[in-house]
């Protein structure tokens, strides 16, 4: 027989080793900051699209080319750049009118092109005559000739290796130099009256290069 005393188990208590689940307490601080994130994130979304509308596209110097050389396709490229209105520079559409044109100064790889730095310069110019002088490599300087340089072409000693007087000079600048195996070919300009007397002098072997000052 059932023990009518026995008390029954209540059947509202919580079941043994059940956790009641924690309360949630808010953190103002943490939405007050990602409030301030959100705001930032916009804020950081609308100046670079301003940067990107505002923005230009201009010509670049992808590689170093020296003054007086001929520019080439791949010297110069384009780029979306943020431009002060102050600044002078050159249009992503002028790019092609640009080849084949010199430069006018030395134009550094990396840095935007301005439309003083080139120039449609005819060389050689009125009263100029170009001249091809080969030189061997211990009669010019080892510091390198650059398009612009102005030289002085010096007539060296013959077989006797005597110097009769004052050496004859012919003054120019240059325009190129092409490398070759044995000797380089200084292209310089010199004033048209000078022109035949330097090339016969340089169908003999005897030229000599010497640069004069850089500053301008």
Do not use: C, F, H, Y
Request: proline residues 7%.
């Amino acid at each position: 027989m059932l023990d009518t005393a026995t008390k029954s188990r209540p059947t509202d208590a919580a079941p043994a080793g059940v956790v009641a689940p924690p309360r949630l307490r808010r953190r103002p601080l943490l939405i007050v900051v990602a409030v301030a994130l959100v705001a930032a994130g916009a804020l950081l979304g609308v100046w670079l699209w301003n940067a990107s509308s505002t923005g230009a596209d201009v010509v670049v110097v992808r590689v170093a080319v020296g003054r007086g050389e001929v520019i080439d396709a791949a010297d110069l490229g384009t780029a979306r750049v943020g431009v002060d209105p102050a600044m002078r520079t050159v249009p992503a559409a002028e790019l092609q009118g640009l080849i084949g044109q010199r430069a006018v100064t030395d134009l550094a790889a990396g840095a935007l092109l301005t439309p003083d730095q080139v120039g449609t310069v005819v060389v050689p110019g009125q009263g100029e005559s170009l001249v091809g002088v080969p030189v061997s490599p211990g009669l010019m300087p080892s510091e390198g000739l650059k398009a612009g340089d102005r030289v002085r072409l010096v007539q060296t000693p013959g077989q006797s290796g005597e110097v009769a007087g004052v050496p004859v000079t012919i003054p120019g600048t240059v325009v190129s130099v092409t490398q070759g195996d044995t000797q380089a070919v200084v292209n310089v300009v010199v004033s048209t009256d000078r022109a035949a007397e330097l090339a016969a002098r340089a169908g003999t072997g005897r030229v000599a290069v010497v640069l004069d000052s850089r500053a301008r």
